[in-house]
């Protein structure tokens, strides 16, 4: 037995003669709704966009080829990476940290520069003070003004932030510039790619690279932290064992001077027991110099290297907002939701 098949086909021709008598109409909404749609859109501030991209060195164990080659074939060569890896924590964290408090305030006392060179300040002051933004944005913070009363804020954008104390202007620009800060990290490869959006080409490009050589930093400061902690420890002792010799040594030569003929087998035993010390503190001090060196060695072979794969750049063309797609969307809809309106009009 055949189903009977209820999906009846769109009757283009029986559409358009019911439209047709109506499309007046269209020679007004479409052009208006161009028009209408274009002002708006051009009312918000154009941006841009500048992407870094880099490879930290993966510290840890090597992996066989064999396994790796089949790791990476199925997409798991960076996770088997962060396996090997002697890292605390994956690069998963990154994202977290740049968008965090911490590394916010790092950046805020970067100096930019706008490309027409009118604005040379530190990024905060940019940041609070030279943002365009959409008329109604601005209608809509003056109604607010009215009922709230208007915070001062005297940071001269020199000084770095206290992050612990911040007022609620300084929350907002904090808010602001975390929005303009991407971090995505390729599972795959481990590549990094940071992204920064700004109304400003040449304030985005100083800030994706102001960005990345932070988070570079902190990369090295965490990867070499208890290494930097043994050197120091060590660079420390060192000193204090080396004016111990000195000491020691010093002693042993002032009483070695003041005897020049043969003496009491008393003075003989002093002078054996200062030359005595003096060994000792010594092998002390040589040992301890040694073991910073290795120390030193263990710093530096704890210390990333990094592989920028793509710097930064200033953009040439804005990356939004899109007028010309936006407005033709919006004509497409309109002309969608006018035929309907008009079709259930003729029933």
């Given at each position: 037995?055949?189903?009977?098949?209820?999906?009846?086909p769109?009757?283009?021709?029986?559409?358009?003669?019911?439209?047709w008598?109506?499309r007046?109409?269209?020679?007004?909404?479409?052009?208006?709704?161009l028009?209408i749609?274009y002002?708006?859109i051009?009312?918000?501030?154009?941006?841009?966009k500048?992407?870094?991209?880099?490879?930290p060195?993966?510290?840890g164990?090597?992996?066989?080829?064999?396994?790796?080659?089949?790791?990476?074939?199925?997409?798991?060569?960076?996770s088997?990476?962060?396996?090997?890896?002697?890292?605390?924590?994956s690069?998963?964290?990154?994202p977290?940290?740049i968008q965090?408090?911490n590394?916010?305030?790092?950046l805020?006392t970067?100096?930019?520069?706008?490309k027409?060179g009118?604005?040379?300040?530190s990024?905060?002051l940019?940041?609070r003070?030279?943002?365009?933004?959409?008329?109604?944005?601005?209608?809509?913070?003056?109604i607010?003004?009215?009922?709230?009363?208007?915070q001062k804020?005297?940071?001269?954008?020199?000084?770095?932030?206290d992050i612990?104390?911040?007022?609620?202007k300084?929350?907002?620009?904090?808010?602001?510039?975390?929005?303009?800060?991407?971090?995505?990290i390729?599972?795959?490869?481990?590549i990094?790619?940071?992204e920064?959006?700004d109304?400003?080409?040449?304030?985005?490009?100083?800030?994706?690279?102001?960005?990345?050589e932070?988070?570079?930093q902190?990369?090295?400061?965490y990867?070499?932290?208890k290494?930097?902690?043994d050197?120091?420890?060590?660079q420390n002792?060192?000193?204090?064992?080396?004016?111990?010799y000195?000491?020691?040594?010093h002693?042993y030569a002032?009483?070695s001077?003041?005897?020049?003929?043969p003496v009491?087998?008393?003075?003989s035993?002093?002078?054996?027991?200062?030359?005595?010390?003096m060994?000792s503190?010594?092998?002390?001090?040589?040992?301890?110099?040694?073991?910073m060196?290795?120390?030193?060695?263990?710093?530096?072979?704890?210390?990333?290297a990094?592989?920028v794969?793509?710097?930064?750049?200033?953009?040439?063309k804005?990356?939004g907002p899109k007028?010309m797609?936006?407005?033709i969307?919006?004509?497409?809809?309109?002309?969608f939701?006018?035929?309907?309106?008009?079709?259930?009009k003729?029933?």
């Open positions: 037995m055949e189903e009977k098949n209820d999906i009846k769109i009757d283009f021709t029986s559409i358009v003669k019911k439209l008598p109506h007046k109409k269209y020679y007004y909404v479409l052009p208006a709704t028009i749609t002002l708006i051009v009312c918000i501030p154009r941006y841009y500048c992407t870094v991209r880099l490879a060195e993966v510290s164990v090597n992996v066989s080829g064999s396994l790796s080659s089949l790791a990476s074939s199925f997409g798991l060569g960076g088997l990476a962060k396996m090997n890896s002697q890292d605390a924590i690069s998963d964290i990154y977290d940290v965090s408090k590394f916010i305030a790092e805020m970067v100096n930019v520069e706008t027409d009118k604005t040379k300040s990024y905060y940019y940041l003070d030279k943002q365009k933004d959409a008329w109604w944005n601005k209608v809509t913070d003056t607010k003004g009215w009922f709230k009363a208007a804020d005297d940071y001269t954008g020199a000084e770095k932030l612990f104390g911040l007022t609620k300084q929350s907002d620009v904090f808010k602001s510039a975390a929005g303009k800060l991407d971090c995505n390729d599972k795959k490869t481990e990094v790619s940071i920064v959006t109304q400003d080409p040449l304030v985005c490009a100083t800030m994706a690279n102001a960005t990345c932070k988070l570079q902190f990369i090295v400061d990867r070499t932290n290494a930097r902690i050197y120091e420890y060590y002792l060192c000193k204090e064992s080396e004016a111990e000195n000491k020691a040594m002693r002032s009483f001077d003041s005897y020049h003929k009491l087998a008393s003075y035993a002093k002078e054996t027991t200062l030359e005595n010390e060994q503190s010594y092998t002390l001090y040589q040992g301890i110099k040694a073991q060196q290795a120390a030193q060695a263990k710093l530096q072979e704890a210390t990333p990094f592989t794969i793509e710097s930064a750049s200033v953009p040439t804005p990356a007028r797609i936006i407005s969307v919006m004509m497409i809809l309109s002309f939701m006018l035929s309907a309106w008009l079709l259930m003729s029933e």
